[in-house]
């Protein structure tokens, strides 16, 4: 069981959690054949840093984001549903790797989902 008195932030494991997370999700798209070429021709430890920042800072954390919004960020790349829920799974599968309980999981889910209008044919 989480502990929902926890911050979601910490529940993560704070920023070194978060981090590791992070480096698990990109293998995961990167291994993905239904995502990997979208990032093909990406600075990928940018991207990896700015996302360590935007995990962090929608979980509660004291990290400034330092990237583009969501909107401003996909904008153009005409992301498909399909699309849309790999990402998600993969994020889903970084997660129960680092073995972060279900509702914490659901959490980060809501979040996730939450962004779909800021991402999808935008
Ligand atoms: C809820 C889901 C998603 C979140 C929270 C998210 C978040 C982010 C963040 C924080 C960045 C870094 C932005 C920056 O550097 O300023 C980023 C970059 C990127 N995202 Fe997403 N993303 C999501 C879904 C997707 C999907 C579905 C795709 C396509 C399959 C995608 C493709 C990309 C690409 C290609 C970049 C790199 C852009 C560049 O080179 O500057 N993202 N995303």
Same mark, same amino acid.
């Given at each position: ?11 993560? $494991? ?46 509660? +954390?004291?990290?400034?984001?330092? +990237?583009?919004?969501?909107? *401003? ?7 498909? @549903? ?8 993969? *994020?889903? *599968? *970084? ?21 779909? $209008? @800021?991402?999808?044919?935008?």
């Amino acid at each position: 069981m989480s502990n929902t008195t926890t911050s979601l932030y910490d529940r993560l $494991g704070r920023h070194e959690g978060i981090a590791r997370i992070t480096r698990t999700l990109i293998d995961n798209h990167m291994a993905n054949p239904l995502v990997n070429a979208r990032y093909g021709a990406s600075d990928m430890p940018k991207v990896e840093q700015r996302v360590i920042e935007f995990f962090c800072a929608g979980a509660g +954390g004291p990290e400034t984001y330092s +990237g583009k919004d969501m909107l *401003a960020t996909h904008k153009g790349m005409n992301i498909n @549903e399909q699309e849309f829920v790999t990402v998600v799974d993969d *994020a889903m *599968a *970084a997660l129960e790797t680092h073995n972060i309980d279900p509702a914490t999981r659901s959490d980060v889910l809501a979040i996730l989902w939450s962004l779909k $209008g @800021e991402l999808i044919r935008v």
